[in-house]
């Protein structure tokens, strides 16, 4: 086996590795688009107590799954340039430098669930308080590969399945505080305001 076939087995190990982590996440969290009173239950460990400041769960070792993916393409585009094909593999080793730097700089390293809302902490980025008040959409994957969309007034976050394997509990507990109703199969959003 040569270069090639080493860093194309290990881009596609990488990617299995999401997969399967998205393909579990996918499934704890397929119970919460039906009717279920006792949903929080059945999506993992169970949510903290109420807290403020918030309480914190560091996420999974499989938050580095990304950037691991994205260093396994790029070593696969430099081998590919030992092949004589420098124009292709430069393309494929830069996304993949691309990747890599952005699934390890925004990798989520903690989530915290407080009574005012929801911090995300980030390996290399600042922190994100996205107060329950402000929430007013959240959109589930449509494939294991997808993430949770969190729109908030101020701005737009996603989580990935690997940023909430293990505390799929925090996606019931965002629709509880934030108070929003069902809007379509794996969609939730705030009841608009009554007029007056």
């Known amino acids: 086996m040569g270069p090639v076939d080493v860093s194309l087995g290990t881009v596609i190990a990488a990617y299995a590795g999401l997969a399967a982590v998205g393909t579990l996440s996918w499934r704890r969290t397929r119970p919460l688009p039906r009717p279920n009173p006792h949903g929080i239950a059945r999506l993992g460990r169970g949510p903290p107590p109420v807290s403020s400041p918030p309480a914190f769960a560091s996420t999974s070792r499989t938050t580095y799954l990304a950037g691991a993916a994205g260093l396994a393409v790029m070593a696969l585009g430099m081998a590919v340039t030992a092949t004589g094909h420098v124009r292709g593999a430069v393309a494929v080793a830069t996304a993949g430098a691309f990747v890599a730097v952005a699934g390890f700089r925004s990798r989520v390293a903690g989530l915290g669930v407080g009574t005012e809302g ?38 737009r976050v996603t989580l990935m399945p690997s940023d909430l394997l293990g505390h799929e509990w925090l996606v ?11 809007d379509g199969r794996r969609g939730w959003r705030r009841p608009p305001a009554p007029l007056r």
């Open 172 to 182: 019931t507990v965002a629709i509880e505080r934030a108070q929003l109703s069902r």
């Open 118 to 155: 929801l911090l995300i902490r980030y390996a290399h980025r600042p922190a994100i308080m996205l107060p329950w008040t402000e929430l007013v959409r959240l959109s589930g994957p449509r494939t294991p590969l997808g993430g949770w969309r969190l729109d908030g007034t101020a701005g």
